[in-house]
Nanobody, 127 residues
Framework: QVQLVESGGGLVQAGGSLRLSCVAS????????MGWFRQAPGKEREFVAA????????YYADSVKGRFTISRDNAENSEYLQMNSLKAEDTAVYYC????????????????????WGQGTQVTVSS
């Protein structure tokens, strides 16, 4: 089993930045792709970004492309989401996710492809 814990959320003004972190524990050797999702009140969970096992491949939702950057540090069993130029519509609970399917180059965009989830961290952007 893998446990994921996010941190770094908070309240920020529009145009500001936040950096989310996710630390994995447990059977971390089984983790391949990692990703970030978000869910705003009254909306379905949506894909934000994904990163392959080595970190060499990334994929972003169109809504965050050019503003958000996903990264990971396998030595620290961590992934990060640097969020710049934040907008009010970025307000949501952000979830870290990990996939244990042995696909070295995958950057999954569907929540169904992930096996482990964090508890979420709230990001609120005031306009």
């Amino acid at each position: 089993q893998v446990q994921l814990v996010e941190s770094g959320g908070g309240l920020v003004q529009a145009g500001g930045s936040l950096r989310l972190s996710c630390v994995a524990s447990g059977r971390t050797v089984s983790i391949y792709a990692m990703g970030w999702f978000r869910q705003a009140p009254g909306k379905e969970r949506e894909f934000v970004a994904a990163i392959s096992r080595s970190g060499g491949r990334t994929y972003y939702a169109d809504s965050v492309k050019g503003r958000f950057t996903i990264s990971r540090d396998n030595a620290e069993n961590s992934e990060y989401l640097q969020m710049n130029s934040l907008k009010a519509e970025d307000t949501a609970v952000y979830y870290c996710a990990a996939d244990d399917s042995p696909r070295y180059l995958a950057t999954p965009t569907s929540g169904f492809e992930y096996d482990y989830w964090g508890q979420g961290t709230q990001v609120t952007v005031s306009s």
